[in-house]
Structures are given as C-alpha cells and as structure tokens.
C-alpha cells in the first residue's frame, strides 16, 4: 500500500473517470425538521454562554436572547452551565436531549449510552437536570416562543429537504447498508458543523438522526447551505452511525494499532478527538465521504476535499480513499461496508509518523 503523500499525489493527478455509485431506492423514512427539544437545548445553550451555539447574528438568535432575556438565571441555564465545564458537551447533549419526549414533559423515550450519562455525572445529575428543564418549558414560555417562528423553520426545512433526501440516498447505496429511520434536524442555534446520535431498540429497529447548524445568513435568515455544504455535512454525520459501532466491535485490532495515536495526539487533540478509536472513525469517514463527493461533484472537488483533511492532520484518508475505491470495484464480493471494513482497518498499520514525515516532505 502507498503512503499517504504519494496516494495523495495519485489521487490529485489522475484524470479518473466520474465514480458510479450503485443507487439505491430513495430513502422512504427520511425526514427534515426543525425540533423542539434540540431548540431548547440551543436556547438553554445560548443563554448560557455556551461555546458551540452559532456565532451567526441572525434575526432568530436575537429573538431568542430576547425572549428569554428575563430567564438568563433560571435553573436549568445555571446546571447546563456547570455540566458543560464538567464533560456534558459537543455531541453528549443533543443525544441526550433527543432521547427524550417533546417538551414540556421531557419524560424518557429511549435508553442513553452510558458514555452520555457519565459525561453528565451519573443518573441522578442528569435527571436534576431534566427537571430544571421542563421547569425551563414552562416557566419561560418555550411553547410560545416555538410557535411563533413555525413560518421560519418551514422555510427552512423546505430549502434543505431536497439535497438532504438525495444525500441520504445514495450514502445508504454507497454502505449498501440501512439506516433505518433517517431524521435530519436543522437547528437554527446550533455551530456550523453537525452531530450524529443512533437508536437501536428492542425490536432490532434502527433510528439515525444527524444535528446540522447555519453556515450563512440569506435574507436575514440562517441559511443550512447549498448541496456542496449539505451533502458531505449529512454524509458524514449519519456514516457515524455506521462506522462507529463496527470500530467498536473490532477492540483488538484497534488496541494493535494504538501506538500510531503518539504522533497525531498534538493535531487530533485540536480537531476535538482525544482517542484512538475516534481519529480511526473520523479518518475512514472522512474519506467516504470524499468518496460521495467524487460522486455527486466530481474527482476534482474530491481531491480538494482529501488534500484539505491531510492539511488538517488525518494523515490516513488517502490511503483510506485507495481502499475505497477497491471496494467501489469489488461490490459483488463487497456488498456493503461492513464486509469490506476489515481492509479499511489495517490501513492503520501503516506508521503514522512515516506518514507524516512524507507528508511533510512532499510539502502537502
């Protein structure tokens, strides 16, 4: 296998014929909304200084701020305060508030990772919590305030539906693997990035919701972005929820490799990854997601997309992306994802320091 800056070269300089992604059957259970307990959790954000609500001046944030001016001291502003400084953020919150039922009840609806729980201090801290917010709900007129931007958020949704159907689409084609129910929520409060949260229940059904924030205001109102925005955004988002588990289930060979993190800790750590297993996950997905780009915007959009996530330290995603196109060759042995992982994972055998010495040396 090649190291990354000659994979990256060869990726930059081939004249490649457009990828042909196998497409599946639009995906029936995809939905885009605007949700309730995810705009609470950005209006309880906001009036808490936290730091990954959209630093956008829009219209709807400053409704928002004032609106809720008189509820800046309220409880549940005050506890997500200090749960945040303690570990109870980035994608812990909205999985944690998706979880529950529509406010201002807020009651369990599914069970929580114990990895969220933790991060905001056990059982009993988070239902304090929840119970500070359902005071939240009512005391500051939560309904209201979600009621009287209806207009809004359906403008909103209608912008985003169509990229996000057709990006859903052909992400489960190119895994050749369901992903159930597939919501998309646009949340006009939160950073410009995304988080993803997955639903397994009791009857083996499967529900993927991806959290996307604004990246523009357009006419005064926040804008989700076009198709080039969007597709590789939801993509990377739901491949999470994919990737993830099967990294998961494959311990040991993660443990193999562990000691390639030393070399990457310095520029992981600034992107927001802190462990082994993550930078495996964001590395393979960020090279997917290349791969859906090459489909849907061409080789050259692609390869712009790879030389940037090297820039940023993912040394492995072109090496990933020659894998990947392996397994764009192979789908007959290789009918999804899944069976094909194994050949992604020992990408990471590969010495990460070599890898970046090569990088550095190509000037890449």
């Not at 959209?54 to 701020?65: H, N, P, Q, T, V």
């Not at 109870?88 to 969220?116: K, M, T």
């Not at 926040?222 to 494959?250: K, M, Y």
Request: proline letters at 5%.
């Amino acid at each position: 296998m090649r190291i990354a800056a000659l994979s990256l070269l060869a990726v930059a300089s081939q004249a490649c014929a457009p990828l042909e992604v196998p497409r599946a059957a639009p995906v029936s259970q995809t939905t885009v909304t605007v949700d309730q307990r995810i705009e609470l959790m950005g209006v309880i954000q906001l009036l808490s200084g936290y730091f990954l609500v959209s630093y956008l001046d829009s219209g709807y944030k400053r409704d928002a701020a004032s609106f809720f001016a008189a509820c800046s001291d309220h409880a549940a502003v005050t506890k997500f305060s200090k749960l945040s400084a303690s570990g109870f953020d980035f994608n812990n919150v909205p999985e944690a508030f998706i979880s529950l039922s529509e406010p201002p009840e807020l009651q369990p609806r599914f069970p929580l990772g114990d990895s969220v729980i933790a991060s905001a201090g056990g059982t009993d801290s988070l239902a304090d919590f929840w119970a500070s917010a359902r005071d939240f709900a009512q005391d500051c007129r939560f309904d209201e305030f979600y009621a009287s931007h209806q207009p809004e958020y359906e403008r909103m949704v209608a912008r985003s539906r169509p990229t996000v159907v057709a990006s859903t689409s052909s992400l489960v084609a190119y895994l050749g693997t369901p992903l159930g129910s597939t919501q998309v929520i646009l949340g006009p409060l939160l950073h410009d990035g995304g988080f993803a949260s997955r639903n397994d229940d009791e009857r083996g059904q499967t529900a993927a919701f991806a959290f996307i924030g604004p990246n523009a205001i357009t006419a005064g109102s926040v804008d989700f972005g076009d198709a080039a925005r969007l597709q590789p955004l939801v993509a990377h988002e739901f491949v999470h929820t994919v990737i993830n588990p099967l990294t998961a289930s494959h311990t040991l060979q993660v443990a193999a490799t562990a000691e390639n993190f030393g070399p990457l800790r310095d520029a992981m750590r600034r992107e927001g990854y802190s462990t082994w297993d993550q930078v495996i996950n964001e590395s393979i997905i960020r090279a997917i997601t290349s791969r859906l780009t090459a489909a849907d915007r061409g080789e050259e959009a692609a390869n712009a997309e790879v030389a940037e996530e090297v820039r940023r330290g993912f040394v492995y995603v072109p090496a990933l992306v020659d894998e990947l196109r392996r397994y764009e060759k192979s789908r007959d042995a290789n009918a999804n994802i899944k069976d094909f992982y194994p050949s992604l994972l020992d990408v990471f055998r590969q010495s990460s320091a070599g890898l970046l010495a090569s990088v550095a040396t190509s000037g890449r």
